[in-house]
């Protein structure tokens, strides 16, 4: 863990004590420095202390990923991975993808014009750029194997499908 | 709605006002994003405002003033598209702008109804008409010619002689033209550049590259989070608060009562959610504590009536379904940001009806209405849940004691148990055949927790089928679970259910159900959408075992839809294999966004047969997350085919219509692949009949 300091909070009436600590963690490429406590999870710390609004809240508690993010290249929920569990790691957020539309999934999520409402979408991507590290050819079956944890509450799953297969045939 | 006539440029300037109040106060990001690039704010040169809805730049940028929520519908891309044909503009040179509430004093601003396209698209395109005139009227007058002899097209003025001005290089000198009065010409159909042709939803690119302003990701400096601690049963109150261990969480700054319940305020989310867990509450349970699900469900089945009367020597055909509560689930949970300070109050929040949210903040803190002003962000759906604003109210009363910019964010358990639901209800239906398969009567009773209509007073049945004897009662139960608008309101009962009994109708008549339902039907928009649909599902083709195929069919909104769904019941499990989707929707303005609004009726019809379920236990929503109110999900979602009919017709609503007929056709299916029926919902295999 590349904790790089310790701040405790100490209540004098209680005597209780809550530890703050500064962790350095690696998003979309830039290192970034945090006070947190240790069992904040990920989600927060990209939302709120970070400012990367990308990710986003459903659930809180991995039943919708929403907030999937790529820890070191592998599709994590971030609600679910509290920052002292990525101290040392390299997290990609929606943000990271590209800021430019230029990555693949993103042309093709706009050619098949793919969100509805929006919200999920970014977990979506995120889901498919790490099934695309894996598989670069997935079949509809290895699709809807990743991203079945993914809920889209609009029902964009059939342009999902359509835009990944786009994407990984390289002719979104 | 008022017309292109008085809502004129002085009008827009109270817009832009309005508007840009956030980006003078540096912290509210523009929602405005546009096909090419974010729309300027910024440009140094006041912007051509022939109207309360159009804005151009020299630089040949346009936005459109959107006076409609988007929650996934598509409203935002539609509206420009129908203001952008008109105008005769390049399409990647249009952007997008949201309204406040009440800015461009529009009557009502609510999104709901599937009402917007239906209610909107006149006034939009003369919008687009007139300020094209003047664009021409300022071609005209700079070159000295008589504007007869000017056209347009994509984003120029063109004269008969080949010379050409961009509608930027005209802005400046639109500004001086009069503004059109009077009946403005419309383009034909046949002239469209821009309408009927799928187009990429403009928010996209904001979607994909994580920029796009949703309630939650609204960036105030020093935002505070509140998270709220609230009754643990439907009626209690609160007796006791201690906070003590609340506030000992770092980030926590502040405890405050509120009318729903006790707000943790902390400097980001999960602090306040710490804070919350920290807290001690306690409550009065109340006269509802004992409320449940079988309670509410039993005296809705002692609701039953008398039906119609059946004509005498008719077979009588008899069947009653149950339909459960269901939350809205929208993903991005309910939340709303809020400032009061110094006699004013501004709002951010993803909101269904802005216009709602101004009113009440302004009662609930005795300021008058001027002095709330509502940003209306992207919402991260919406189904009709947003078109309450308890989560407004609760920004507003926190801000108001702290005086302090606060978000209240709600946790999706706080969601799905604070949810303003699609009523429970039971069904009861008695009709008739006669001796040659012809149906004689048709009586429903509709009963509501919480009860809807005048019980026991039958009414028109709402059927699309030629019936004698045919009709409906509404009524209910008195029930404290909140009523709430879901996606197609009643139809997403009445016709729901309806569509079930008519095939129990026709298998009691020996009637292939396709063939039955059409016969009976006079409506040929209606017809047309049926015969598309078991043309195009190859509809009495043979099946393997255990598979079925299920038709059902709904007119309302101003379009007309129908499904046949194909599905194996295999081992005792549902497989879902296909859906083929028949919208008949008039002018289709986006036709992407049709079959998306189709796809995503589809998935809700399908999640509410297969899953969705709220269920009542000690007074209490039972549901706290998507493990337990189930939507479906992309590895059951079976192959979408959705067929959009031409029509000549106007354009009619598609944010409900692609709904009721979705649950009846699996119903179907699952009774031509067991033989069996299913009477409640969702479709247990152990509950069918």
């Known amino acids: 863990m590349r904790t790089i300091g310790w701040r405790a909070v100490y209540h004098i009436d209680t005597g209780e004590t809550h530890i703050m600590a500064v962790y350095k963690i690696k998003v979309n490429g830039t290192e970034k420095s945090v006070e947190a406590a240790a069992d904040m999870p990920l989600l927060w710390v990209l939302r709120d202390l970070l400012g990367l609004t990308g990710s986003k809240y459903g659930c809180g508690v991995g039943s919708c990923a929403a907030c999937a993010v790529l820890v070191d290249g592998k599709e994590k929920k971030s609600c679910m991975v509290n920052i002292a569990d990525v101290a040392n790691a390299s997290i990609t957020t929606i943000e990271g993808i590209s800021q430019d539309h230029s990555h693949p999934l993103q042309q093709a999520w706009i050619e098949h014009d793919v969100p509805q409402c929006g919200y999920c979408q970014a977990g979506q991507i995120i889901a498919a750029a790490g099934l695309l590290k894996q598989k670069p050819h997935p079949t509809d079956a290895d699709i809807d194997k990743a991203l079945s944890d993914h809920i889209c509450r609009c029902g964009t799953y059939q342009r999902i499908r359509e835009a990944i297969h786009a994407a990984a045939k390289g002719n979104a | ?689």
């Open chain 2, 1 to 689: 709605m008022k017309t292109m006539n008085n809502l004129t440029r002085r009008s827009f300037l109270k817009v832009v006002g309005g508007v840009t109040a956030g980006f003078a106060l540096g912290c509210f990001p523009s929602t405005a994003t546009s096909a090419g690039t974010e729309t300027a704010a910024k440009a140094a040169t006041d912007p051509f405002t022939p109207n309360a809805f159009i804005s151009i730049l020299p630089n040949g940028q346009i936005t459109v003033t959107i006076t409609r929520t988007d929650m996934g519908q598509g409203v935002r891309t539609s509206f420009a598209m129908l203001v952008a044909e008109e105008l005769d503009a390049d399409w990647s040179k249009i952007g997008v702008r949201q309204a406040g509430a009440s800015s461009v004093g529009e009557n009502g601003q609510g999104t709901g109804g599937s009402s917007s396209t239906t209610s909107m698209h006149n006034d939009l395109r003369k919008m687009g008409a007139g300020a094209r005139s003047m664009l021409v009227a300022a071609a005209a007058k700079t070159w000295g010619v008589d504007a007869a002899t000017c056209h347009t097209d994509t984003g120029r003025v063109i004269h008969s002689s080949g010379k050409s001005l961009t509608y930027g290089e005209l802005a400046e000198t639109a500004k001086g033209m009069p503004v059109p009065s009077g009946d403005i010409k419309l383009k034909a159909r046949a002239d469209f550049k821009i309408i009927g042709k799928r187009t990429s939803r403009i928010d996209n690119k904001a979607v994909v590259d994580g920029s796009a302003i949703y309630g939650m990701d609204v960036k105030v400096p020093g935002l505070l989070r509140a998270v709220i601690s609230r009754r643990p049963n439907y009626g209690a109150t609160l007796l006791t608060v201690d906070d003590a261990a609340a506030h000992k969480v770092p980030g926590v700054v502040d405890v405050v009562k509120i009318s729903s319940g006790v707000a943790v305020v902390a400097t980001n989310t999960w602090s306040a959610m710490q804070g919350r867990d920290a807290l001690k509450v306690t409550w009065s349970p109340g006269p509802n504590a004992m409320l449940d699900t079988p309670k509410l469900r039993a005296s809705l089945k002692a609701a039953v009536g008398e039906h119609k009367p059946t004509p005498a020597g008719a077979k009588v055909v008899e069947a009653a379904y149950d339909l459960p509560y269901l939350a809205h689930a929208t993903l991005e949970p309910m939340n709303a940001t809020a400032w009061v300070k110094d006699g004013e109050c501004t709002i951010w929040a993803p909101t269904q009806s802005p216009d709602s949210a101004r009113g009440e903040a302004a009662r609930l803190l005795n300021m008058p209405e001027d002095k709330v002003t509502v940003h209306l962000t992207l919402v991260g759906g919406g189904f009709g849940r947003r078109s309450m604003n308890d989560f407004v109210h609760e920004a507003v009363e926190i801000s108001n004691q702290l005086k302090k910019p606060v978000q209240v964010v709600w946790s999706r358990d706080d969601d799905l148990r604070n949810d303003h639901y699609r009523p429970m209800s039971h069904h009861a239906f008695r009709g008739a055949v006669d001796s040659v398969g012809k149906p004689v009567a048709w009586s429903h009773q509709a009963l509501n927790a919480p009860g809807r209509g005048k019980a026991g007073k039958f009414g028109e049945a709402n059927i699309p089928y030629n019936i004698p004897n045919s009709g409906m009662t509404e009524g209910g139960v008195s029930s404290p679970i909140p009523f709430g608008y879901w996606r197609s309101v009643e139809h997403s009962q009445i016709h729901v259910v309806n569509e079930c009994f008519i095939d129990e109708m026709a298998h009691a008549a020996g009637k292939d159900p396709f063939k039955f339902r059409h016969d009976l039907i006079d409506d040929d928009r209606l017809k047309k959408v049926l015969e598309v649909a078991a043309e195009k599902s190859g509809w009495g083709a043979p099946l393997p075992p255990g598979h079925g195929r299920g038709i059902a069919c709904f007119e309302g909104y101003g379009s007309y839809a129908a499904h046949v769904i194909e599905l194996s019941v295999i081992a005792g499990k549902i497989k879902l294999l296909r859906a083929v989707c028949v919208i008949d929707c008039g002018l289709a303005i986006n036709p992407s966004g049709v079959e998306a609004q189709m796809q995503g009726a589809c998935s809700d019809g399908l999640a509410t047969a297969l899953h969705a379920e709220i269920t009542v236990d000690k007074g209490q929503v039972v549901q706290t997350s998507y493990f337990d109110y189930e939507w479906i999900r992309i590895d059951e979602m079976p192959k979408q085919e959705v067929y959009i009919i031409e029509s000549n017709a106007e354009p009619g609503g598609m944010g409900e219509t692609g709904y009721p007929s979705v649950m009846p056709a699996v119903a179907n299916a699952v009774f031509s692949a067991t033989g069996k029926r299913v009477r409640k919902f969702p479709i247990r295999m152990n509950e069918l009949v």
